[in-house]
């Protein structure tokens, strides 16, 4: 049981945005406006003007609906939308339109690991509302003279997620917002990478106090700090023999404290009513179709890794604890025995997203719809196709074509199996397939869509596009290409290392690059502190922004990582011993520590190629 | 009733300046409004369901399709009515 001796009782208003929709929730204006300049999105509708009429967005509803499921809430019989009335120049309407004893959604729960074990946290109500704009203040907000404002964000699809008092911990709190984020994420609803995603509000007391409202919390860290700095705030205060006073503040990110803001009484005063320009919905009979196909939530992904797979509950943990790494760990894997599974579960669960945090950085996926930057110019790239082989060749047998195949199975997925397997044919042509031992990939025609779809033996499928041309049957990847200079990438393979920091680019580490390092070490060929080294070389120097096979390799032969074979260890091992007569004296006098000096002189030999293990075990062995 | 300062209260929060004059000859008016709607008050409403929109309907939506039913609006445009603008923002007095 946790004690919680300053009864700490906090509770999170998290808003979030719907960020998947493709448009605001309710005008058509894109939501895909980060990088563009402000006021560029806007209408009559997101902006206010006089006279707009405003049409909600069928699928901000579902995607409402969604969340309200994975969190355990009642979907509500009759819900409907208000005027929040307040005047400040994020809204220029004088209003936010929102939600009040109505909600889309109330009464569930979220659980997380807590201070002791499970904890459960409820929540009171998932409502439906307009984001407002975007302010920018010249300055720090206490002392600016003026508010800039972009009306681009303006009336994006929230969410506001409000908690129970239930959290007893700033540490929970922040479970509790990486919980939520990453259910949201599994829901393909929101996009936590993205600028101003997600807003908290704190409400936090202790006992013998009233609350405070601590606003303007922009980051998980930054909620933590935040309530870390008012739980000793707030005891400083009854300590002194103050009151801890019903009020506002205002969390200043780069100070790392609350300032007061304005009186809490005045600034309720918010006059709700109903929105008279949208009509009240009836929705929770949409309920079961969407519950139907709610999509596997981290619990499940993490329960199917450790049954699938065999790995262990926290390496589970760990990889399911972002979609990312999960959809990545299960692309590393997927064609692949149990063995190296557990090994790759070992490697990224606990190495790789290990370094990730260790420098701030979050994955960033290549999706479908999205549209990435070039590498090369910086433009944005468009979805293109590349093409592999003609399917006719492998009908004739043609060796070319066999070899174009191959190498495309190989370096996009890193089946090096197929290297050396033999290619069927069934299904009068229709059908390939390739297979070795306990691996086989089989690649199947659909004419009909035009497709072709590739399945790996453990049932991950892929599909490639199919061009008839003149008499060829051309199959073709898809990519992303650069209309602008020409270069192009691969769409599905890639994921992208997220620098926090704006001044530091980003770094790649693809699909191919995790198989190669650890079938490396799987092998034999390089040793443990060699991965190590090929990921952070990767994740710290910002490798060549170009999509790259050969980087590990490259990486391997820069930084002479190549295993160094036994008896240029042993030749070492002797080397070291009869060079250091009073070393071999100290240990054989049962001075332990000695054997480290031989040991270091046996890395010096084979430039830190030896494995630290094997120089000791070599050196044990000839000392007898 | 509406006393004195409650109307000065009304002014702030819909930010209008009152002058000594405005709130004495306001204050009567609003409470007669308000004797008005204290006569509605007097219906018996006991059995009937409250009524939350006027129109008879339900679920009105539109499609997430990107500018639909209309374009956004360009910058140009959408600055074009501003008081105060900078560098493609709208300019607004800090508020706290």
């Known amino acids: 049981m946790y004690e919680n001796p300053d009864g700490v009782m906090i509770g999170l208003e998290v808003h979030v945005q719907l960020n998947k929709l493709k448009t605001k929730v309710f005008c058509g204006c894109t939501t895909d406006y980060h990088n563009d300049p402000p006021n560029s999105h806007v209408c009559p509708v997101c902006l206010g003007l006089p006279g707009a009429l405003p049409v909600i967005n069928k699928r901000a509803v579902e995607a409402a609906i969604k969340v309200g499921l994975a969190l355990n809430c009642k979907v509500e019989e009759h819900t409907q939308f208000y005027r929040k009335n307040y005047y400040y120049p994020d809204l220029p309407k004088g209003f936010q339109i929102t939600q009040y004893d109505f909600p889309i959604s109330s009464g569930g729960y979220i659980t997380i690991e807590g201070e002791d074990g499970e904890h459960r946290v409820g929540i009171t109500r998932a409502h439906m509302e307009e984001d407002p704009g975007r302010l920018v203040h010249e300055g720090t907000i206490d002392k600016s003279k003026y508010t800039l404002i972009d009306y681009n964000r303006s009336g994006m699809a929230l969410l506001e997620v409000v908690s129970d008092p239930d959290m007893r911990s700033p540490k929970e709190a922040r479970r509790y917002l990486d919980k939520l984020r990453n259910i949201l994420e599994y829901l393909d609803v929101f996009d936590g990478n993205l600028e101003g995603a997600l807003r908290v509000d704190a409400n936090i007391s202790i006992m013998g106090g009233q609350r405070a409202e601590i606003k303007n919390i922009s980051s998980h860290k930054g909620a933590e700090r935040a309530l870390l700095y008012e739980i000793v705030r707030q005891k400083n205060v009854l300590r002194r023999g103050g009151v801890v006073v019903l009020e506002t503040r205002h969390f200043d990110e780069a100070r790392e404290i609350t300032m007061s803001m304005r009186s809490k009484e005045e600034a309720h005063d918010y006059r709700y009513f109903p929105e008279p320009d949208l009509v009240p919905l009836k929705i929770s009979g949409w309920a079961p179709a969407i519950k139907a196909t709610l999509p596997d939530l981290p619990d499940a992904w993490r329960l199917l890794f450790v049954e699938q797979y065999g790995i262990t509950d926290e390496q589970a943990k760990a990889l399911t604890s972002d979609i990312r790494l999960a959809k990545f760990y299960q692309m590393v894997v997927q064609n692949r025995d149990i063995k190296f599974a557990q090994l790759a579960a070992d490697w990224m669960s606990n190495v790789l997203k290990g370094e990730l945090n260790y420098r701030s950085q979050t994955f960033k996926v290549f999706s479908e719809q999205e549209a990435p930057k070039c590498w090369a110019c910086g433009e944005k790239m468009v979805p293109s196709d590349r093409y592999l082989f003609d399917w006719n060749g492998i009908l004739i047998n043609d060796l070319d074509t066999f070899k174009k195949l191959k190498e495309y199975l190989m370096n996009n997925y890193g089946a090096f199996w197929v290297n050396n397997a033999p290619i069927e044919k069934d299904d009068a042509g229709r059908t390939i397939k390739i297979s070795v031992e306990n691996y086989s990939i089989s690649l199947i025609l659909d004419d009909t869509k035009n497709k072709v779809i590739v399945k790996f033996y453990k049932g991950g499928t892929y599909s490639l596009s199919l061009k008839k041309v003149n008499d060829r049957l051309n199959i073709c990847e898809d990519i992303f290409y650069c209309n602008n200079c020409g270069a192009s990438r691969d769409k599905n393979t890639t994921f992208i290392i997220k620098v926090e920091k704006p001044s530091v680019p980003e770094a790649e580490i693809s699909l191919i690059d995790m198989l190669k390092a650890l079938d490396f070490f799987e092998n034999n060929k390089i040793s443990e502190d060699d991965v190590l080294k090929i990921m952070r070389t990767i994740l710290q120097k910002q490798i060549p922004k170009e999509f790259d096979v050969e980087k590990v390799d490259k990486i391997v032969k820069e930084e002479g990582l190549k295993k160094v074979e036994g008896n240029i260890v042993e030749a070492a091992a002797l080397e070291a011993i009869n060079e250091n007569p009073q070393a071999v004296a100290d240990y054989k006098a049962g001075k332990e520590k000695a054997l480290n000096s031989l040991v270091g002189a046996v890395m010096k030999k084979t430039k830190g190629g030896a494995d630290a293990r094997t120089a000791r075990e070599v050196l044990l062995g000839k000392l007898g | ?96």
């Open chain 2, 1 to 96: 009733m509406i006393a004195k300062k409650d109307l000065e209260h009304m002014g702030w929060l819909a930010r209008l300046e009152l002058s000594e004059e405005d709130k004495e000859k306001y204050t009567p008016r609003l409470n007669s409004v308000l004797d008005y709607f204290g006569e509605l008050d007097e219906v018996d409403t006991e059995d009937v369901e409250p009524t939350y929109h006027i129109l008879p309907m339900n679920n009105v939506f539109r499609d997430d399709e990107v500018n639909v039913p209309a374009k956004p609006l360009t910058q140009e445009e959408a600055l074009s009515n501003a008081p105060k603008k900078q560098d493609g923002f709208f300019k607004a007095p800090r508020m706290m």
